[in-house]
């Protein structure tokens, strides 16, 4: 399985960025994809997910502000990401993960990571 990230860029406070990541390989029983983020010096955190029955989740720090969604044809994860402030500067990456019930990890695939800088 591999996870091809793309869209990071520079961008200025306020603006917006669309991040995309292309699955492609057999996936077996992966049933959430997800995006997290990983600022220098700081933990890998969550960002968002979406799960094979589009049901999505937000962590408070980006909710309204960061969508999630996917295109089954294009087998293609997107990150609309508006209103950006500079603490969303951080590597980003996409994650597609086989979950059991509970919500745990069986198994997981990380892309390559997308810079996202915003600053003035």
């Known amino acids: 399985v591999q996870l091809q990230a793309s869209g990071g860029g520079l961008v200025r406070p306020g603006g917006s960025l669309r991040l995309s990541c292309v699955v492609s390989?057999?996936?077996?029983?992966?049933?959430?994809l997800g995006w997290y983020r990983q600022a220098p010096g700081k933990q890998r955190d969550l960002v968002a997910t979406i799960t094979i029955g589009d049901v999505t989740k937000y962590p408070d720090s980006v909710k309204g502000r960061f969508t999630i969604s996917r295109d089954r044809a294009k087998n293609t994860v997107y990150l609309q990401m508006n209103s950006l402030k500079p603490e969303d500067t951080a590597v980003y990456y996409c994650n597609a993960a086989s979950r059991n019930s509970g919500g745990g990890v069986r198994y997981e695939y990380w892309g390559q990571g997308t810079q996202v800088t915003v600053s003035s």
């Open positions: 390989g057999s996936i077996g029983t992966v049933n959430v």
